[in-house]
């Protein structure tokens, strides 16, 4: 059953999360009218920011009006539903967001914090988008990747299996696999 | 006499340092042959540490502690950072449902919090001093449990326990085997953990996620990702 909006729209949420860091860019960058405005003209209804240990507080809107409705908290002790309920997300480049959210098949955008240093996280990030498991962004270019987004061009993300280096010790031992 | 001893003495203490230094070489170059080399007899069970860090660290690390032979590896004792209060929470969580599926054993599983080297933006200097710190509690940490497998991937607080570790095998008093799983999210470069590792040989077995870096370090083992 499909929840209608007042707009004919039925109800899309997008979910963005920064885990347990701090990412006030991004936090900004979805806050702007700019990226706002990309998400409604692609169908999302909802907007549920989630923003953990940041100082930049975005502004809520109720969508009565006709828009994007935007809400956001700092944290959850499990954000599995929001993930499950959601139709796009928008997450940090943290790996645990990232393969959370693949193995729920859910269409990803990853934006990675330059303001990190050494940056490891972009590897990965650039990694999965060029096996095309997800989008990659930055902060800045965000607008425009959700402009030019095309979710059918997602490829599903083959889960792993940690059993091959559970093998790996058990043979180091001589152990019979279980 | 007396002067006779006086001009021989630094030559043997010399002598002696020599002889404590080539012991050491020939016990150092054993070790380092000798790991890596798999048991030919399985033991009845190894004592297995499994360190714990922060963010995907700890997802990871518990992925491979679920689809463990449980009695094989077990006691399991789990360390995390001093300042780290989510890791040991969900390792507590997955030996419980353990026992809730009856697949405890006797040995509880014990969880401990080990000083940290250097917090994130903490200064260099002090680094020193915390450094110096959690190099003896690891020390402590290994004589303490004397484990028999140490399961890491990637925090800094493995550094000081793999040292430790390697110390104790060094010097005779507690072969660990030394399980190190790079991080999935190191695609391209080994973490500074990883490659303090491997370029030591402080490892018996590294392991890496993607085919890349398996490339770039041939002795590392790559069996696919994790996650």
Known sequence: ??????????????????????????????????????????????????????????????????????????????????????????????????????????????????????????????????????????????????????????VPYPPGDSVPVAKLINSFFSFPDN | MEEYLEAGFPKLVALLVAIIISLIAIRLTYVLLRCGKPFVVPPERVSTMIVLGSGGHTAEMLSIVNVLNKERFSPRFYVAAATDNMSLQKAQVLEQSLLHQGKGNAEAAQFMQIYRSREVGQSYITSIGTSLIAIAHAIWFILKIRPQVIICNGPGTCIPLCVAAFMFKVVGLRWSSIFYIESIARVRKLSLSGLLLYKLHLTDQFVVQWPQLQSKYPQSQYVGRIM
């Not at chain 1, 860091?21 to 900004?28: G, H, I, P, Q, S």
């Not at chain 1, 700092?74 to 499950?84: N, R, V």
Request: proline content about 3%.
């Open chain 1, 1 to 154: 059953m499909r929840e209608e909006m007042d707009s004919g729209k039925s109800k899309k949420m997008v979910f963005v999360t920064v885990g347990t860091t701090c990412f006030d860019a991004l936090v900004k960058a979805v806050d702007s009218p700019q990226v706002r405005h990309e998400l409604w003209s692609k169908g999302y209804t909802h907007l549920v920011i989630q923003m953990g240990r940041g100082s930049h507080f975005p502004s809520k809107f109720s969508g009565e009006d006709g828009s994007l409705a935007v809400d956001y908290f700092t944290f959850s002790p499990s954000i599995a539903d929001y993930l499950k309920s959601a139709s796009l997300i928008i997450s940090h480049a943290g790996s645990g967001s990232i393969f959370e959210t693949l193995r729920l098949g859910k269409p990803l955008i990853v934006v990675v914090n330059e303001d990190l240093m050494d940056n490891h996280q972009r590897e990965l990030a650039e990694e999965l988008a060029d096996k095309k498991h997800l989008f990659c962004a930055s902060p800045q270019t965000l607008h425009q990747i959700i402009n030019g987004m095309n979710l059918d061009s997602l």
